[in-house]
């Protein structure tokens, strides 16, 4: 095996977190401006993963070399009850949820399923804004994009008061291992704050989803919801076997689905508030497009701009901020060796915000995504949507949901949001804005 031209550097991470204690994800970004692409390691005491946000070395992980770096290990072992065994985990039971899953995402599927997604995110937004009263931003976006893709995925067979008890829940479910997050050498059987709420939070998931899992197998239904799909696919695991996987591949579809959105989501209206001069561009020209009509997916082509405003949102706030792989045999990135059984974090925060490959990079500039600038740039310069066999296979559905809902609220109304100023993510699995965002909707 070959040996380091150099010896890797050490970036010393616990001080830059103990500094960083109310805002952990400014100790990561702190450490990607000192690495500047380079691929260092993080000295959290005993533990110290490899940092890797050079585009090439992003490539060599995800992509050309995939099958040395698992889903293991740090962030995946807490979220595992969560997520199970299924289009979250790695290997065969990974391969074979791909297999089953991958099928219901293609571009004409989801195509297919947009104009009903366009019907249910102007009902919900009908139903749920009240203008002149202030809301939790996150809270308000949920209310629209969890009923959205729960009747999407489930058809009718998720009650609107069990879709309320899913909302906290996943929210539990997400947030309370965060502190695991920064302290990953703490072993799984050692209590920490959190543990009890996911457990608690697991429950209510798994209450809600059973049920209509089971009376989906029982009696075999035809529909082509998400649920019946996959029942349909699990047909030959009988038991509580076929139960299960059917449920973990439905939780984590959810949860991704609905976690990523609506965090991306709830970027938006501070940073319209941030920078005037794109909040102007964006309503200009959804006035243009839209007008006063409900929207429809026959207006997406020409929301051109709003759809580059979308993009600029993923480079600075990816909601997938950090994904964690354990290597499988020792492999040489950029000249460090990575030693087997180590972890190494990956980050499209990171790689976003590298000055070697984005000019101005911690400006908010949907320019950059002016169409045919792709061809400038590193293709993985930019990764919001992970690369390689993970890749996500909602990013489709999310490039048209996200216009829907934004341009949806807009064509009607404009957000005041009341908050420090400062646009501070918060730690989680997701990149979420700081707590207690609010904003009032004001006619336009
Ligand atoms: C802003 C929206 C979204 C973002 C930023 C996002 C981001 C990501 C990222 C970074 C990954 C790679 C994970 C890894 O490599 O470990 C991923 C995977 C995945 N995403 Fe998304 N996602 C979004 C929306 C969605 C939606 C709407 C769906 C569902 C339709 C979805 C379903 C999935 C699934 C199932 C995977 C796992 C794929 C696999 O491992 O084979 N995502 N997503």
Redesign the pocket.
Known sequence: MAIDAAPTRTLPFLRKLTRHARIPVNAFEEAGTQADGELVRLSMGPFRPYLVTHPDHVQHV?VRNQPNYV?EGMFWDPLAPLLGEG??SDGES?AES?RI?QPL?TAKYVNSLAERMAELIHELIEETVVPGRPFDVAEGISAIVHPTIVRLFFGAKISATDIQRLVPAYDVAVTAKAIRLVMPFMPAAFPMPGDQAFRRAIRTIDDVVYPPIRQARAEDQEGDDVVSRLVRARRDIAGQEGERRIRDDLV??HG??TE??AT?LTWVWPVLQAYPEVAAKVYEEVERVVGDEPLSTRHLPDLVYLRMFVNEL?RLY???WI?PRRAVATDVVGGVTIEAGSTVLLS?YLTHRLPRFWDRPLEFDPERFAPGGEAKRHRYAYW???AG???????H??MM?APLLIAGILRKYRPIVHHNGQLTPRLASSLRAAAGLTMTLVPA
Do not use: N
């Open positions: 995800l889903r289009i979250f990974w791909r899953l995402f984590a579809m991704a689905s990523t959105s991306a993923l990816p909601p997938g994904l499209p919001p949507f992970g066999p993970h890749v996500c296979f909602g990013q559905l999310f949901e």
